[in-house]
């Protein structure tokens, strides 16, 4: 039975009271690692709005596999790549790993978990921070919890692009054509630099 309004708000409340809690808890371990974290986000995206599930490392897609791909009901809403606590998200987003998402993928988001940033068509949209880590703790803001929600919000409700034309179908194509041929180098690099590196030998 769908949730009222009322209902969806307290949920959300406790869903980001959970997060903020389980976070803490794993990081105080020192042994976690960016998957550690991955069910807490999972519990929060599925909490802030009925019919929503997020499926934790699904299937690989053209340009790759992104860590979640987020449904309402049964229809694909969006992605989100999730990397470890506190990593370089101005340098990830350099990668050649974004840069196939960015051209394959309308509705994105990556995080570290306490920045968020949302990528509409490749284009950065909205970017909140909710909290950092100092003197050996998580920190979070005192607007986390209304910063985090409003964000999610505008990721859930983007439109996914609709295919009008032929030429918008052929442009599409194009950028997924161009990441399976991304892919496709990176193996052969990574085959040919296996080959082509010598075996040590031990000198008496």
């Excluded at 509705?107 to 909205?126: A, H, P, S």
């Excluded at 859930?156 to 009008?164: D, F, G, R």
């Excluded at 997924?176 to 990176?186: F, N, P």
Aim: proline fraction near 2%.
């Amino acid at each position: 039975m769908a949730r009222t309004a009322a209902q969806v708000r307290l949920a959300a409340g406790s869903a980001f009271d959970d997060y903020a809690s389980e976070l803490r808890s794993k990081f105080k371990t020192g042994k976690a690692t960016e998957h550690t974290y991955r069910g807490a986000l999972q519990n929060y995206i599925e909490l802030i709005e009925s019919q929503l599930e997020a499926v934790n490392e699904p299937k690989r897609v053209s340009c790759g596999a992104p860590d979640y791909i987020v449904y309402k009901g049964r229809i694909p809403i969006g992605y989100v790549e999730a990397k470890d606590l506190g990593e370089d998200l101005d340098k990830v987003e350099k990668s050649e790993q974004l840069k196939r998402y960015f051209s394959s993928l309308s509705n994105l988001i990556l995080t570290d978990y306490l920045e968020f940033r949302w990528y509409v068509n490749g284009k950065k949209r909205l970017v909140v921070k909710i909290g950092d880590i100092s003197r050996g703790a998580l920190n979070f803001d005192q607007t986390a919890e209304d910063k985090l929600e409003s964000f999610f919000k505008s990721f859930l409700s983007a439109n996914v692009p609709i295919i009008k034309s032929a030429e918008e179908l052929a442009q599409r194509l194009a950028g997924t054509t161009k990441s399976i041929c991304s892919l496709i180098k990176e193996a052969y690099d990574l085959e040919v630099g296996v080959v082509a590196s010598p075996k040590s030998t031990v000198m008496s």
